[in-house]
């Protein structure tokens, strides 16, 4: 299910539109992002029966036109396990009772997501332990050691 802008609230959609655009890296359109809704589970009544108000948004990295093969790659890498086998990328929504407010929160995690995937990591700097803490550390394990050797038995002399 794709935003129809004569169905869709035009908020909506300006509020969708904001949320693509300031995507640090890259910009995806909205017409990437496919919707779905389907009804959701938890409290809500007689509502949660009739009406749809789970919200799935996929979007398809291994097909979009927006990313470059350096981007692509990227996602691919760091989203490995969250990328299903056909390429696309998922989140859902049923935190709210209304399809609006899931929509926006399904939309505020895919573009959590993305984002996640384009954070540099720092690289770990090597350090050693101080002298003080390799020390602590020899000390403890001869205690330990002591301890468990004046709990054998003495050696028996025949």
């Given at each position: 299910?794709?935003?129809?802008?004569?169905?869709?609230?035009?908020?909506?959609?300006?509020?969708?539109?904001?949320?693509?655009?300031?995507?640090?890296?890259?910009?995806?359109?909205?017409?990437?992002?496919?919707?779905?809704a389907?009804?959701?589970?938890?409290?809500?009544?007689?509502?949660?029966?009739?009406?749809?108000t789970?919200?799935?948004?996929?979007?398809?990295?291994?097909?979009?036109?927006?990313?470059?093969?350096?981007?692509?790659?990227?996602?691919?890498?760091?989203?490995?396990?969250?990328?299903?086998?056909?390429?696309?990328?998922?989140?859902?929504?049923?935190?709210?009772?209304?399809?609006?407010?899931?929509?926006?929160?399904?939309?505020?995690?895919?573009?959590?997501?993305?984002?996640?995937?384009?954070?540099?990591?720092?690289?770990?700097?090597?350090?050693?332990p101080?002298?003080?803490?390799?020390?602590?550390?020899?000390?403890?394990?001869?205690?330990?050691?002591?301890?468990?050797?004046?709990?054998?038995?003495?050696?028996?002399?025949?």
């Amino acid at each position: 299910m794709t935003p129809d802008t004569n169905s869709a609230s035009p908020i909506l959609l300006r509020y969708h539109a904001t949320i693509v655009s300031l995507l640090r890296a890259p910009r995806i359109p909205l017409d990437e992002f496919s919707f779905s809704a389907s009804r959701s589970g938890g409290p809500g009544g007689q509502n949660v029966n009739k009406v749809a108000t789970r919200v799935t948004v996929t979007f398809n990295v291994s097909e979009s036109p927006s990313l470059t093969p350096e981007q692509r790659d990227q996602i691919e890498s760091r989203l490995a396990h969250r990328i299903s086998k056909v390429g696309s990328l998922q989140t859902v929504s049923q935190t709210y009772r209304s399809q609006a407010r899931n929509r926006i929160d399904a939309m505020e995690r895919m573009q959590v997501l993305i984002d996640s995937a384009f954070v540099t990591r720092r690289k770990r700097r090597k350090t050693r332990p101080t002298q003080a803490s390799v020390r602590k550390r020899l000390e403890s394990k001869s205690r330990r050691s002591l301890a468990k050797k004046s709990r054998s038995r003495p050696p028996q002399e025949h």
